[in-house]
């Protein structure tokens, strides 16, 4: 019997790591949820970009594309499932997209970015460091994870971002919020991620 119960286990199944998103899912989008409720999906375009939906609540949230899966291109609100009109900001980098150092252990970018569109401020600073590669577990998926800190200054507010950059999807997603240089008091944890069906 116990030799049975021994074969019986190593028939069944394994976890289903076959279920964690890979590169191939993000045609069709990777969605990742925090234990707050919000989801955030990510889905290569046709031009390399990475479009994000982002909701913190049923309809509501924010629209963005990512360059490289980490350079904010773009943004726009959503209310009741709608993109509000005139809440479209458009960040014009100094240099191309394709100028923009690809996410590395120890890249750095910094510089000043002009805002376009119905956004009141004219222009912020925006910089990116790229810290050194890791492994992570992401709802019980292995990455490897390459962290970002980002900070942005305007004449409105000054802040910074951690990102978590998954090489092995091309996007990163947000660790973590707050004051430059101080501890975050905003932090997120996910608790699943999955290639959207």
């Given amino acids: 019997m116990r030799h049975l119960l021994i074969v019986g286990l190593a028939l069944a199944p394994l ?51 990512l360059a490289k899966g980490t350079y904010l291109l773009d943004h726009e609100n959503i209310v009741s499932g709608e993109i509000v009109e005139n809440s479209t900001a ?7 997209t394709e100028q923009l150092p690809d996410p590395a252990p120890g890249a750095v970018w910094e510089g000043q970015i002009a805002v376009h569109g119905d ?11 790229f810290g050194e590669t890791r492994e992570l577990d992401i709802a019980g998926c292995a990455y490897v994870s390459l962290p970002v800190i980002a900070t942005f200054r305007n004449t409105e507010i000054s ?39």
Avoid at 27 to 48: K, M, W, Y
């Fill in 15 to 65: 976890p289903a790591l076959a279920d964690c998103p890979v590169a191939a899912d993000l045609a069709g989008g990777v969605r990742l949820i925090s234990t707050a409720g919000a989801a955030e999906t990510f889905t290569l375009q046709n031009d390399g970009t990475i479009e994000v939906f982002f909701f913190y609540a049923p309809g509501m949230g924010s629209r963005y594309h």
């Fill in 159 to 197: 802040f910074q971002n951690v990102y978590e950059y998954l090489p092995e999807l091309g996007f990163a997603y947000l660790a973590s919020s707050g004051a430059i240089g101080q501890d975050p008091d905003y932090t997120v944890e996910i608790k699943l991620i999955e290639a959207v069906k």
């Fill in 90 to 96: 458009v960040y014009k980098y100094p240099v191309s």
């Fill in 119 to 129: 956004a009141p401020r004219a222009s912020e600073s925006q910089s990116y460091a």
